[in-house]
């Protein structure tokens, strides 16, 4: 599988997340797919472990609004998104995704609400 395959399934994966596709989404994921949120602790080891967070999130998944970028090379890659969460809160995220024989393996992914920046800083700030 190459670089743009890895690219086609990320997009493709991301959507479904959103649509809750999980039946998309099962097909993306290895068996022992591992799916790992640090800031919270969590760990969820195998394909129905994981579709089944996904699909029991209360008030359902949250949707994808946009995705900024996806990067990578060979196996490793990452996607930075902006997704809102079913109490209307937005998030940025992270998530770096590995592939083993065309499917998701291994995917860590990092949360961060948005917040105004300090005024000591907007001297620097780019506007463009």
């Known amino acids: 599988m190459g670089d743009s395959d890895h690219r086609q399934t990320l997009e493709r994966y991301w959507r479904a997340l959103g649509d809750r596709d999980f039946d998309a989404v099962r097909g993306m994921f290895a068996d022992d797919v591992v799916v790992e949120w640090p800031q919270s ?11 089944n ?5 209360p008030g359902g998944s949250p949707k994808v609004l946009s995705i900024r970028r996806i990067l990578g090379e060979g196996n490793l890659w990452i996607t930075e998104a902006e997704m809102e969460y079913p109490d209307a809160k937005r998030y940025q995220t ?35």
């Not at 969590?42 to 579709?51: D, L, N, Q, T, W």
């Not at 992270?94 to 000591?120: L, M, N, Q, S």
């Open 41 to 51: 602790g969590e760990r969820f080891v195998g394909k129905e472990s994981c579709i």
């Open 53 to 57: 967070v996904f699909a029991n999130y």
């Open 94 to 128: 992270v998530g770096i995704t590995e592939f083993r024989d065309g499917k998701i393996v291994h995917e860590v992914d990092y949360f961060a609400e948005p917040f105004p920046a300090p005024e000591w800083r907007m001297q620097w700030v780019d506007r463009d």
